[in-house]
Nanobody
Framework: QVQLVESGGGLVQPGGSLRLSCSAS????????MAWYRQSPGIQRDLVAA???????NYVDSVKGRFPISRDNAKNTLYLQMHSLTPEDTAVYYC?????????WGKGTLVTVSS
């Protein structure tokens, strides 16, 4: 089992940037496909970006070119660098780790984009 802890959320003005981090426990991080999801009130949780064990990345269209995802296997940490934020990016962002049938979630970090 892996425990995931997100950090880096907060209040930012439109056009600003934030970097989210997700710290994973244990020594299996490099074997997990990692991803960021987000959820706004009343809306389902949706995939934002994912990165495989070989660092192949995948993005939802709305964040392509703005939210690069990366991982540091030596630090057991996943990142989401968010640029050009808009109010539509306001959500709770969740870290996800997946290996086979095992699927783990963090508790989320709130990102609020507002002037």
């Amino acid at each position: 089992q892996v425990q995931l802890v997100e950090s880096g959320g907060g209040l930012v003005q439109p056009g600003g940037s934030l970097r989210l981090s997700c710290s994973a426990s244990g020594n299996m991080f490099r074997f997990y496909t990692m991803a960021w999801y987000r959820q706004s009130p009343g809306i389902q949780r949706d995939l934002v970006a994912a990165i495989t064990t070989s660092s192949t990345t995948n993005y939802v269209d709305s964040v392509k070119g703005r939210f690069p995802i990366s991982r540091d296997n030596a630090k057991n940490t996943l990142y989401l660098q968010m640029h050009s934020l808009t109010p539509e990016d306001t959500a709770v962002y969740y870290c996800n780790a997946r290996l086979g049938l095992n699927n783990y979630w963090g508790k989320g970090t709130l990102v609020t984009v507002s002037s």
